[in-house]
């Protein structure tokens, strides 16, 4: 596991370019503790990704403000802006939104995690950790967040809004209830992929609480009657036996 206390170095070994991060490094990593945050470096670097490194809240804010970022790895806990008001930031900001962020905290209690979460966080990982599994996690979040189609990114006219559960396309908006937003943005983080009723069950609804599977098929009925007001119904299928995807509109 990745332990504490074995390296260390000085932050500005991976910043010797102020401007790096505008110059086009997929990761962002905050994280306090420099022998955490140069073990993440070396091996995202390992696995071909092309990283930055901050060391406070205050820096992140102004890093995510002045870079473009494919993906945000965030410490919870840290000097200046906590790692909750920045995960704030983002998914309030116009133009990283939609970023996807790993949190990662000592804080392993699932409250915390579900709070997180909650809060905007697209995964968590708990200390300490395998650098393989942050490199694994890293690469689902980058995956999720790109879906491609014959080596072409396949552009989806469907946005979700960051702050208020509204879909909408151009100038149609409507308002979902809570659990259809969240199926939805389940689906639509993948699409094309199919997910079980099990799956939507633990991942929208949470693992910790009994609803019956038949659950999820009201809420699609729901979500296919609201997206029929911006002329999308068909966009949620039904795979038979398997259970639903999102299949983005052809242009």
Same mark, same amino acid.
């Given at each position: ?5 074995e ?8 910043m ?34 092309? !990283?930055?490194c901050?060391?406070? @809240? +205050?820096?992140?804010?102004e890093?995510?403000?002045d870079?473009?970022? /494919? =993906?945000? #790895? &965030? ?11 920045v ?17 990662v ?26 650098p ?12 999720r967040n ?13 946005q979700?809004?960051?702050? !208020?559960?509204?879909?909408f396309? @151009? +100038? ?10 969240? /199926? =939805?943005? #389940? &689906? ?40 029929k ?12 036996s ?8 052809a242009?």
């Amino acid at each position: 596991m990745l332990e504490v206390g074995e390296h260390s170095f000085q932050y500005h070994e991976l910043m010797t370019d102020k401007n790096k991060f505008k110059d086009g490094a997929d990761i962002l990593i905050v994280e306090d503790e420099e022998s955490i945050a140069r073990l993440m470096n070396l091996h995202l670097q390992a696995a071909g990704f092309s !990283t930055y490194c901050c060391g406070d @809240g +205050d820096s992140a804010l102004e890093c995510i403000r002045d870079g473009k970022w /494919l =993906l945000v #790895i &965030l410490d919870r806990m840290m000097p200046g802006a906590s790692g909750m008001k920045v995960l704030r930031k983002i998914r309030k900001s116009s133009t990283h939104a939609n970023v996807p962020v790993l949190m990662v905290t000592a804080l392993s209690q699932p409250s915390e995690r579900v709070h997180g979460l909650n809060e905007g966080a697209d995964d968590y990982l708990a200390k300490p950790f395998e650098p393989a599994e942050l490199v694994a996690r890293a690469k689902a979040l980058l995956r999720r967040n790109r879906f491609v189609e014959k080596g072409t990114a396949v552009k989806n006219p469907i946005q979700l809004d960051p702050d !208020t559960p509204v879909v909408f396309e @151009g +100038d149609l908006r409507v308002e979902l209830r809570p659990m259809e937003y969240k /199926l =939805l943005k #389940i &689906l639509m983080e993948k699409p094309g992929k199919t997910r079980s009723r099990e799956y939507l069950l633990d991942h929208v609804w949470g693992r910790d609480v009994f609803v019956e599977a038949r659950t999820v098929d009201v809420t699609v009925k729901r979500l296919r009657k609201a997206m029929k007001q911006i002329g999308r119904k068909k966009c949620v299928e039904t795979v038979r036996s398997m259970g639903y995807r999102f299949i983005p509109p052809a242009e």
